[in-house]
């Protein structure tokens, strides 16, 4: 079967349209280099590894001059490559592959290095001191503070295409990228849209094109779809939903004239998501709260996971995740990059070696995740974990340890009980990295949730906003969010009403739009697409009225 990128086409910050320009400026920018005054030029060999087990790692690195300016190191794959907004920090990391010793043309001068690898490193910085050298070695251990398979956990990015790339481009790409971002596991997938979608070049990869790279890459390709709705190119539409391990594609990939420029809107995308789920493959719905299918599929328990962060900007947790769980309806965290990996940005989830799509994706839809793009968190309340239940016989006392570290200060961690912040505690500094601790007792009165993240990104992100948010190496403002522990006081789970009259009214809203923006063949087909919101309307007042 065919595996290809799908998502929504790039936009803002995170659009991702190669360009010839970058490599053009990399060119130009070896040329000054090699025209300096100091002249001559010095072929330094470069290795990262790991400070305690010396083995080598793939990481990203940075040189600048002493005034600051980037050196370019055009040998080396650029890690923003596919991006359009040249100004991103992204552009500024290069990436040294774990594989063999790379070797980079510098000016002879004093320079200084910047390596990290992944989430799991501290940032390590030497001077380097070329003058007058025709050669030099470095060998750069990196210091871990975390070891994220020692707790058993592996991490994915559950949404990713590439476009507009050669296919020995992609195949470096997807070769080099996720594993010095320290990934254990990458979904490809496949997605349609009439007049653009021959630029996919995700969508040419074979299931053993995948098994290639991964074996070059030392990350697990896991195969995908991307199955959606869209009223106008770039409109609000049913949605959009990731087809995780499919063994074949579901037809059609995208529904409707919006996206198309043919047919109707005659389809709901849970057609899609049953034939999918039948099949055994994983259901993630994309960018948070956007789609009007979004809150009727999780009612009706259609739904595995669901991403947020992963591309555009779609609100913050409480648009989506808070409603759902203060509703009573478990929705597992996740997130990607849609196109190109531009940011940091995974979900972690147990699995058993050895690691298969399969297995991890099982542990993503027991809920037992947490999403980041720096921070990594840990959570328990009273020997419970991630997607766990804590049954207590009557109301009581919940003893929470928490904890969060990371690379970046992301200031503090916050523990969430129903969607609100009850306690928190400050990050501080560690060698090169940050900390945060907390224990509390927590007194239960009801049933409910309990989560940890650290602050969330501003939303909507204006410019003065994300100025003040701490961000990551390459720009990105840090996120970090838990799965809930689950807490059922005398049998009963959550289920707060006012949550669940606030998805009624949200599906109706939908049904009217639905009902002035769809073209429909007949009534047939109209029927059909209302179905769906009718079917967890209905639901949704069956538990109301319980």
Request: hydrophobic share 40%; net charge neutral; charged share 25%.
């Amino acid at each position: 079967m065919v595996h290809f990128a799908a998502g929504m086409r790039p936009r803002g910050k995170a659009a991702a349209r190669p360009i010839l320009a970058a490599a053009c400026l990399i060119a130009a920018g070896a040329t000054l280099w090699s025209q300096s005054p100091n002249g001559g030029r010095c072929i330094l060999a470069l290795t990262l590894t790991d400070a305690e087990t010396d083995e080598r790692l793939a990481g990203i690195v940075r040189i600048e001059d002493s005034d600051g300016r980037i050196v370019p190191t055009p040998e080396l794959l650029s890690r923003g490559q596919g991006l359009v907004d040249e100004a991103l920090p992204i552009h500024q990391w290069s990436i040294v592959p774990a594989s063999g010793v790379v070797k980079v043309s510098l000016p002879q001068k004093q320079l200084t290095l910047t390596a990290l690898s992944g989430l799991e490193t501290e940032a390590r910085q030497l001077a380097l001191d070329l003058r007058g050298k025709s050669d030099a070695t470095e060998r750069v251990p990196l210091k871990r503070f975390y070891r994220a398979a020692s707790h058993g956990l592996r991490s994915a990015n559950t949404h990713l295409h590439l476009m507009r790339l050669a296919r020995e481009q992609a195949d470096r790409y997807l070769q080099e990228v996720p594993a010095a971002d320290g990934l254990d596991l990458l979904f490809v997938s496949y997605l349609e849209r009439a007049g653009a979608d021959h630029e996919y070049i995700t969508n040419r990869y074979l299931k053993a094109d995948l098994a290639r790279l991964g074996d070059a890459s030392g990350v697990l390709f896991g195969n995908g779809e991307e199955h959606r709705h869209n009223f106008s190119a770039q409109g609000e539409g049913y949605g959009h939903v990731m087809f995780l391990d499919i063994q074949d594609l579901v037809l059609p990939v995208s529904i409707g004239p919006g996206i198309m420029q043919t047919g109707t809107d005659g389809l709901p995308v849970q057609r899609g998501i049953d034939a999918a789920r039948r099949e055994g493959a994983a259901a993630v719905w994309c960018h948070n709260h956007w789609g009007f299918e979004n809150v009727p599929n999780w009612v009706m328990g259609r739904l595995d996971a669901q991403n947020i962060f992963d591309g555009g900007d779609h609100g913050s947790y409480e648009d989506s995740f808070y409603r759902f769980l203060n509703a009573g309806i478990r929705a597992p965290f996740s997130t990607g990059t849609d196109w190109f990996i531009y940011d940091f940005a995974r979900v972690y989830a147990p699995a058993a070696e050895p690691l298969t799509a399969r297995s991890w994706l099982k542990s993503l839809a027991a809920g037992k995740s947490f999403i980041t793009n720096g921070p990594l968190l840990e959570l328990s309340a009273s020997g419970k974990t991630l997607g766990d239940t804590l049954r207590l016989p009557a109301r009581g006392s919940v003893e929470v340890i928490a904890r969060g570290v990371g690379r970046s200060d992301f200031r503090e961690i916050q523990l969430i009980r129903d969607g609100v912040v009850i306690e928190s505690a400050k990050s501080r500094p560690v060698g090169g990295h940050f900390e945060a601790a907390g224990r509390w007792t927590i007194d239960m009165r009801s049933s409910g949730w309990l989560a940890l993240r650290t602050p969330a990104p501003p939303s909507p992100p204006d410019a003065a906003r994300l100025a003040q948010a701490p961000q990551n190496e390459f720009g990105k403002p840090l996120f970090s969010h838990t799965s809930p522990i689950y807490v059922e006081i005398a049998g009963a789970r959550i289920f707060n009403p006012a949550a669940a009259r606030d998805l009624v009214a949200s599906i109706e809203r939908s049904v009217r739009r639905v009902e002035d923006m769809a073209r429909f063949a007949d009534n047939a087909e109209k029927a059909c697409v209302l179905q769906v919101y009718h079917e967890a309307i209905a639901e949704l007042q069956r538990q109301l009225d319980e």
